[in-house]
Nanobody
Framework: QVQVVESGGGLVQAGESLRLSCAVSGSIFSINDMGWYRQAPGQQREPVATITSADITNYSESVKGRFTISRDNAKKTIWLQMNGLKPEDTAVYYC??????????????WGQGTQVTVSS
């Protein structure tokens, strides 16, 4: 089995910072892309930031310049440093990992989500 566990959410005021962590564990051959997605009430889940195993990153336009995604392949962990938070960043943040459990098969896994609330 594979587990994806997020941590680091909370309640902050606008302009403040938070750092989310996501650790993957279990029966793993390797991990391909990882990333952070978010879902606000009544809205669809949307990508926030993704990172490949070669540390190539991609950000949504709404967070570019404010959020930074990073990765430690040895620790099977990614982080999302969120600076200059805005009320519109309020959402449940989910970690995603595309995991290879064998050399020829990969599967998508999701964490349980962590709530980020930004007050104005």
């Amino acid at each position: 089995q594979v587990q994806v566990v997020e941590s680091g959410g909370g309640l902050v005021q606008a302009g403040e910072s938070l750092r989310l962590s996501c650790a993957v564990s279990g029966s793993i051959f390797s991990i391909n892309d990882m990333g952070w997605y978010r879902q606000a009430p009544g809205q669809q889940r949307e990508p926030v930031a993704t990172i490949t195993s070669a540390d190539i990153t991609n950000y949504s336009e709404s967070v570019k310049g404010r959020f930074t995604i990073s990765r430690d392949n040895a620790k099977k962990t990614i982080w999302l440093q969120m600076n200059g938070l805005k009320p519109e960043d309020t959402a449940v943040y989910y970690c995603h990992a595309n995991v290879k459990r064998t050399s020829y098969m990969s599967q998508n896994y999701w964490g349980q989500g962590t709530q980020v609330t930004v007050s104005s």
